[in-house]
């Protein structure tokens, strides 16, 4: 076992023996510093894999996003949508309403903290 120095300078090889599992004081034959030495333990290289973790705030981002994205696909292709899939007309009526009742809620919220826009 290599155990080094306090100030970093110097390292000595040990045998595994001579430092108990309790630890033990050392002291630098270069230096004269002495230092508490504890043994080394091996640790398994075999860990539990951990399920990857998902915030709430990194995932609800992601639905937005995807939400957004796919809406937004739905208004560059409104004009074909509703040519050849007259019942999209009812989509679009509702996403206008939506629209119109979000904008009021926001302009609503604004008025109320006194924003002015």
């Known amino acids: 076992m290599i155990i080094t120095c306090r100030c970093g300078k110097y390292e000595f090889e040990v045998s595994k023996n001579e430092i108990p599992e309790e630890g033990r004081n050392v002291q630098c034959g270069v230096c004269n510093e002495t230092w508490f030495q504890t043994p080394y333990v091996k640790k398994n290289k075999i860990t539990e894999v951990s399920p990857p973790s998902f915030s709430l705030i990194k995932t609800a981002f992601y639905l937005l ?7 937004g696909i ?6 074909y949508l509703i040519t050849n899939v007259p019942e999209a007309t009812n989509y679009y009526l509702f996403v206008q309403n939506m629209v ?8 609503n919220l604004l008025i109320f903290l006194g924003i002015q826009y």
């Open 74 to 79: 739905m208004n560059m292709l409104k004009d």
């Open 65 to 71: 996003l995807f939400i957004l994205t796919a809406a």
């Open 100 to 107: 119109e009742k979000i904008f009021k809620n926001i302009s």
